[in-house]
Structure formats: C-alpha cells, structure tokens
T-cell receptor, first 118, second 116 residues
C-alpha cells in the first residue's frame, strides 16, 4: 500500500474558523492532489501540485489554498470555513507517465478526512 | 476540458451474475487514460483497472474488464460473477495523455448493490 497519511481524519469546526488538513507521503511521488467528495458529485479536484512550491488550481478551488514546502507534505487550508465546505477530503499521489506507457498515472489515495463545518 | 458521465446512480445485481457499469467521456485529446476505482462502505479508494486510449485490446484484471469503445467514447466496466463484496461505489475517471500538468477527472459514481 502507498504510504499516505491524512490528518486529522475527522474534524468538526465552526463557520469562519481556519482549518488545515495535512497530507503526508513516504513514496517520494512528485504529484499530489486534494479532492473533495460530495454525494452526487463524485470526486472534484481542489488543488494539485507537481513538486515543491509548484501548485495549480482545480475545478473547485475557491475558498481553499495549498502549500507544498516539502516533497512529502501537501497542506490544504480553508482560510474561513463555510458550511458548504463540509465534505470528505481525499489526498492522492501519483507518479504519472505517458498514457499507455508502463506508468499509467494511477492515483493512490489517502483514507480521507471528514470535515464538518457547523 | 474533460468530462466523465456515469448515468446510473444505482444498480442492483444478483450474486454470481455479470453486471456492466456505464461510463462515457468527452475529451478533445488524442491520448488519454481511463480508470475505474472502487469505494466500499469503509471509504477507501481502490484502483481496479486502466485502459490507455491507444490500447487495442480491452483491459482485464481478474473479474474486471473494461469495454472500451473509442468511437463511442465509452469505457464501461464489466464485473463478471458478482460477489457480495463487490457492493460499493464505482467511479470512472480519465487523465490526459500528454506529459505535463495532469489530474484525474472523475464521474459522479454508480452505487452497486449485489444481492444474495
């Protein structure tokens, strides 16, 4: 199993408070991702990173920021949490190659972090 | 932009029967990859199978096969001989094939329930 740990695994917070979720990997994969999972929407990409200090926005990035100061850590921050950010957050890592090549680019997922914003 | 569509929110199948989960995709890329993931009730995401856009043969992994019809832009998952442990959410996803900044785009998922 890929070495990915997310913390915290569960968090309840109040509207307007800052929240940081941490993703830590031991696989030395270049690519790291944050997705959120909501019923009826599947997994939607929030932000992703291609290396240290190299990040990009996904389709639902509003209200979120990320940082990657070390290869192994990818932090997701909600500066001021809102109830619409209640969700399950998944971190994922990959080391993608060209499609059809020996490295398919599959994602390895963490166990998820359930965030409730009251 | 890429889009994945899974039109079956829920499916039922009898144990030991085969089931097909539908997935259609939209992309302007010539090169891309298609994935299926399984999410049991425990919540973890499990990689099942991969198909590259240039692969001429359908991918197979044990009881899982991917029915890839490129002209129709479909990538249906076929599970043969369903087992109770197959009850889960199933997600179809795709990734652009060219090197560079790439991420998986997921469909909304299909919940499969296997009945004894």
């Amino acid at each position: 199993d890929a070495g990915i740990t997310q913390s915290p695994r569960h968090k309840v917070t109040e509207t307007g408070t800052p929240v940081t979720l941490r993703c830590h990997q031991t696989e030395n994969h270049r690519y790291m991702y944050w997705y959120r999972q909501d019923p009826g929407h599947g997994l939607r990409l929030i932000h992703y990173s291609y290396g240290v200090k190299d990040t990009d926005k996904g389709e639902v990035s509003d209200g979120y920021s990320v940082s990657r100061s070390k290869t192994e850590d990818f932090l997701l921050t909600l500066e001021s949490a809102t109830s619409s950010q209640t969700s399950v957050y998944f971190c994922a890592i990959s080391e993608p190659g060209l499609a059809g090549g020996p490295n398919t680019g599959e994602l390895f997922f963490g166990e998820g972090s359930r965030l409730t914003v009251l | 932009a890429q889009k994945i569509t899974q039109t079956q929110p829920g499916m039922f199948v009898q144990e030991k029967e085969a089931v097909t989960l539908d997935c259609t995709y939209d992309t302007s890329d010539q090169s891309y990859g298609l994935f299926w993931y399984k999410q049991p009730s425990s919540g973890e995401m499990i990689f099942l199978i991969y198909q590259g856009s240039y692969d001429e043969q359908n991918a197979t992994e044990g009881r899982y096969s991917l029915n890839f019809q490129k002209a129709r832009k479909s990538a249906n998952l076929v599970i043969s001989a369903s087992q109770l442990g197959d009850s889960a959410m199933y997600f179809c996803a795709m990734i652009p094939g060219q090197e560079g900044r790439r991420a998986l785009t997921f469909g909304s998922g299909t919940r499969l329930q296997v009945q004894p």
